[in-house]
T-cell receptor, first 112, second 111 residues
Framework: ETGVTQSPTHLIKTRGQQVTLRCSSQ?????VSWYQQALGQGPQFIFQ???????GRGNFPPRFSGLQFPNYSSELNVNALELDDSALYLC???????????FGPGTRLTVL | GESVGLHLPTLSVQEGDNSIINCAYS??????FIWYKQESGKGPQFIID?????DKRQGQRVTVLLNKTVKHLSLQIAATQPGDSAVYFC??????????FGKGNQVVVIP
């Protein structure tokens, strides 16, 4: 069974650019949640996708958007990057009605 | 890798001793709580969970205690080992299976 994978592992962008991060969920998991983890902080919920539809959103602006594909993999897109977007971006997969979420290793985004 | 534990409360514990990490949660309606361990450069790793209809749950070397009256969780690690050095987060589930994480506690095991 393959765990949650994310790509790329590290990324450097400049302010104003756009970025796409990718996540492959654990086998059989149809729900993907994205979290932002600033340095020294706990992860903050961005949004969740269930069967290709957004299924809840945290307190993040519309320039944070996402997609889920038929194979349940997911993308997180961030437009008009700001310096404060520098963080570790985590995705977690799960399969309702189960509660446990399995996290990937994250993508470290640095905005200069 | 870059540390996730900068500026976090730090617990230094001697190898072999027991560790206790505490966490306060905010939502009295939360019905599911989880402790995660995060090592530098990695994503959070599930340790143990507990539902709101329980006040104690034990795993291998770990015990979680839940006090709903004061909205408090604790994680006890028995016979702490060097591999236990990490940042530990409590999380509560709310809404559609989304998690709200606490700020984290850094555990440093002294050999």
């Amino acid at each position: 069974e393959t765990g949650v994978t994310q790509s790329p592992t590290h990324l450097i962008k400049t302010r104003g650019q756009q970025v796409t991060l990718r996540c492959s969920s654990q086998s059989g998991h149809n729900t993907v949640s994205w979290y932002q983890q600033a340095l020294g902080q706990g992860p903050q919920f961005i949004f969740q996708y269930y069967r290709e539809e957004e299924n809840g959103r945290g307190n993040f602006p519309p320039r944070f958007s996402g997609l889920q594909f038929p194979n349940y993999s997911s993308e997180l897109n961030v437009n008009a990057l700001e310096l404060d977007d520098s963080a570790l971006y985590l995705c977690a997969s799960s399969i309702p009605p189960g509660d446990e979420q399995f996290f990937g290793p994250g993508t470290r985004l640095t905005v200069l | 890798g870059e540390s996730v534990g900068l500026h976090l409360p730090t617990l230094s514990v001697q190898e072999g001793d027991n560790s206790i990490i505490n966490c306060a949660y905010s939502n009295s309606a939360s019905d599911y709580f989880i402790w995660y361990k995060q090592e530098s450069g990695k994503g959070p790793q599930f340790i143990i969970d507990i539902r709101s209809n329980m006040d104690k749950r034990q795993g291998q070397r770990v015990t979680v205690l839940l006090n709903k009256t004061v909205k408090h969780l604790s994680l006890q690690i028995a016979a702490t080992q060097p591999g236990d050095s990490a940042v530990y987060f409590c999380a509560e589930k709310y809404g559609n299976n989304r998690l709200a994480f606490g700020k984290g506690n850094q555990v440093v095991v002294i050999p």
